[in-house]
């Protein structure tokens, strides 16, 4: 996926300036930066919700003006239905695109077993934590098999030992589906712990101003996170932020 030239606005505004990125097949990038700066709506774009009004988004040779299933979005509101169990819920888009129900529910039930979620088919979502609840939302994007995965701070409502244990979830899936992936966090910590490259964003109007590569290896155990070379990275993140809001 690319951005070449995004220029947006809300009515006088201007929010997305001239944003340009590439996001190379497999790679985990995230993008990071103050409150308002534009982050969702950049996302938004990505998805095909929001339109710029000069510069394009392409997927795959094509141009992003819509949404698409190639390009699965996880956001921090989930919108599960309540009204349908575990397995309905993330079934529910093969069901929209008539995939028999034997067929939809064996691959809603694999993506359920890929988030940690197997045997809890027949819950009601009522019943489950939060955390499991962010799990439903990731197999029900991820049954859909999208190239892309771009996710809005999916984490950022859950207990930080949640968080911490489905980010070491999500870097299992990506390697075993080897999906693509452009998430949008406020911390710090995920964003480097995570990605293969960040976008730190600057605000008024939302812009790039650096793209940082984190090379801390392609397979990454939890203990990675204490490690002095990620504080490194974080001082370099936080002295960074500390000028973007200035
Ligand atoms: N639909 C809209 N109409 C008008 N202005 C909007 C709309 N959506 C967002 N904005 C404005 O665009 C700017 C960027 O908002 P956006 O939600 O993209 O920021 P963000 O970086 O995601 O912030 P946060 O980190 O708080 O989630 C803000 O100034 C916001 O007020
Ligand atoms: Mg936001």
Not at 90 to 110: T, Y
Not at 141 to 152: F, G, W
Request: hydrophobic share 40%; proline share 3%.
């Amino acid at each position: 996926m690319s951005a070449d030239g995004v220029t947006l606005r809300f009515g006088e505004e201007l929010i997305l300036e001239n944003i340009s990125f590439q996001v190379r097949e497999g790679d985990f990038v995230s993008i990071i930066g103050p409150s308002g700066c534009g982050k969702s709506t950049l996302l938004n774009v990505l998805a095909g919700f929001c339109r710029p009004q000069t510069g394009t988004v392409e997927m795959e040779g094509r141009k992003v003006d819509q949404p698409g299933t190639e390009r699965g979005v996880v956001f921090q509101d989930l919108a599960l239905f309540p009204w349908l169990n575990v397995i309905e819920n993330v079934a529910f888009g093969l069901k929209m695109n008539r995939v028999d129900k034997r067929a939809r529910h064996e691959r809603a039930r694999a993506m359920l077993h890929l988030v940690g979620l197997h045997g809890r088919e027949a819950e009601r979502i009522q019943n489950l934590s939060g955390g499991m609840r962010q799990r439903v939302a990731l197999a029900r994007t991820l049954v859909m098999e999208p190239a892309i995965l771009l996710m809005d701070e999916p984490f950022s409502a859950l207990d930080a030992q949640t968080r911490d244990d489905l980010q070491v979830e999500l870097l299992k899936i990506r390697e075993q589906l080897n999906t693509t992936v452009v998430l949008v966090t406020h911390s710090i910590d995920e964003a480097i712990y995570l990605s293969d490259s960040v976008l730190l964003m600057k605000t008024k109007p939302g812009r790039i101003e650096e793209v940082i590569d984190v090379d801390l290896g392609d397979i990454r155990q939890p203990s990675i996170r204490t490690s002095a070379r990620f504080n490194e990275y974080k001082q370099y993140f936080m002295d960074h932020l500390k000028s973007s809001h200035q």
